[in-house]
């Protein structure tokens, strides 16, 4: 017999949550069928554990989520939320008989104003989608995670998204002005502001931004937009040495330069580059660095550029002289950790943020512990602000390699802290990363920190198991 996704068999206390979320739901929003809730068990993330869900819920009105969450703390069931789970680090991993809230399916655009430049959306819209409906009205929204043809607005929210643009226009929280939140006990909560300023009590927005669902769940979003920018051009510098390319970017941003996009990778990502994409970019290249400007006048500023370049040390220039040209220039970053996954199968992509000045340090860092687990890992970079994406590839069905990738994973994050920098800078902390956060931020921090999750969650029910 084929059951409904709500007739399947379930236990006597999944089927007083099913009856009781039903009270207040469509059945169509409430799944219970193992095959498909097993889907909805993890993001992308490497070694993170995850349970198996009681079942998942798909609101499509913040009156569905307010009834969601006050029957689950009514019944103190953890719960879960999700958006398209393209996240990096386990923070929209299951627990054990959690309820799933997946916000997929609140995915209106409610608003895009040109005056006060803004757009107000539910979590559940994708970033591109975003995007296209301001440009078409000459506006922008700079944040770009490089899933963002994929993940949502509300995702971006929870883990603080960044992308190739933040060396000029910032990550996720500087665009979000306001936020409309249902609390773990179903109250509703707005913080923020419509306002280009605005400064009322504690900045409770900002709290929420990379809270990664476990204060509450974010039901509408107010984000800032800006002028769209001219078309941009990008210029492709070739280095004998990551020392010498990390050389550059130090040169160009201490030269006052601001390009809308600094990009970095080394040789192992090249190569991969080359392996799946065919791109005809010199083997002996040991390091790509990207550049590229969104002024009144790019031409001028990828002249600078490349004079700079030029001095580090670069054994090729090339600037594009159009759009096509930039695009084709920038088509190998994004081939960069489809190649590297193709590596040896799998690859676990780790985000640790340094100060500028060391970034040539990180890479060499990197290459030492490369050598050390023989592994190989290639490193893609957000130069311009100092993230760097090392990305371990190994075979997953080999158990000493698989050991070691994950070694070689906490070697890069400490690391990371012992040059000044941070354990994540765009995805998040979630499973993977929740020992590293209690060494970043200390004792007293985690205390404080533990005392804000329990001023919103009390009784512990949102995303349980995730930040510390």
């Not at 989608?129 to 440009?135: K, P």
């Not at 929280?173 to 923020?192: I, K």
């Not at 920098?421 to 205390?447: D, M, Q, Y």
């Not at 001023?455 to 995730?466: S, T, V």
Request: net charge negative; hydrophobic share 45%; proline share 5%.
């Amino acid at each position: 017999m084929i059951m409904s996704r709500i007739e399947a068999p379930r236990d006597e206390v999944t089927s007083n949550l099913v009856d009781r979320l039903l009270a207040g739901l469509p059945a169509e929003a409430v799944i219970t069928d193992p095959d498909v809730t097993a889907s909805y068990a993890h993001d992308m993330a490497s070694f993170c554990e995850a349970g198996a869900p009681a079942l998942v819920v798909l609101p499509r009105t913040v009156e569905q989520v307010q009834h969601v969450m006050r029957i689950a703390t009514e019944l103190r069931v953890p719960v879960v939320p999700q958006g398209a789970r393209t996240g990096l680090s386990g923070a929209a991993n299951a627990s054990e008989g959690c309820v799933v809230l997946s916000l997929t399916k609140m995915d209106r655009i409610l608003e895009i104003n040109p005056v006060d430049r803004i757009a107000v959306v539910e979590p559940g819209v994708i970033n591109a989608t975003l995007s296209r409906a301001v440009n078409e009205l000459g506006l922008y929204y700079p944040p770009d995670p490089s899933s963002w043809e994929m993940c949502t607005i509300g995702g971006n929210i929870g883990t603080a998204s960044g992308g190739l643009c933040c060396v000029k226009y910032g990550v996720t929280a500087e665009y979000v002005l306001g936020l409309d939140v249902v609390l773990a006990d179903g109250r509703l909560m707005s913080t923020g502001r419509r306002t280009a300023k605005g400064v009322a009590g504690y900045d409770l927005t900002r709290l929420f931004v990379g809270s990664e669902g476990s204060l509450g769940i974010v039901v509408r979003a107010t984000l800032a937009l800006r002028p769209h920018p001219p078309q941009q051009l990008v210029l492709a510098a070739e280095f004998g040495s990551a020392a010498a390319a990390c050389d550059a970017v130090c040169r160009i941003m201490e030269g006052g330069h601001v390009p809308s996009l600094l990009e970095l990778m080394d040789r192992t990502t090249v190569r991969a580059v080359n392996a799946i994409g065919h791109m005809g970019l010199p083997e002996s290249t040991e390091a790509l660095l990207l550049a590229a400007f969104d002024t009144l006048d790019p031409a001028a500023d990828l002249t600078a550029v490349g004079a700079l370049c030029e001095a580090a040390g670069a054994t090729e220039v090339v600037p594009a002289d159009d759009a096509a040209e930039s695009e084709l220039l920038l088509h190998a970053r994004r081939l960069s950790l489809t190649a590297l996954d193709a590596v040896k199968g799998t690859s676990m992509i780790d985000d640790v943020c340094v100060p500028r000045s060391r970034l040539a340090e990180m890479l060499e860092g990197v290459d030492r512990i490369a050598e050390k687990y023989r592994l190989t890992i290639g490193v893609v970079a957000h130069a311009g602000d100092g993230n760097t994406h090392p990305t371990v590839c190994f075979d997953a069905g080999d158990p000493d390699e698989t050991r070691r990738a994950r070694e070689s994973f906490d070697e890069i994050m400490a690391l990371g802290l012992e040059l000044g920098g941070t354990i994540t800078g765009e995805h998040g902390v979630g499973v993977l990363k929740k020992e590293w956060l209690a060494r970043e931020i200390g004792p007293v921090g985690v205390e404080m920190q533990r005392a804000v999750k329990t001023a919103f969650d009390p009784l512990g029910i949102l995303n349980p198991g995730k930040l510390f």
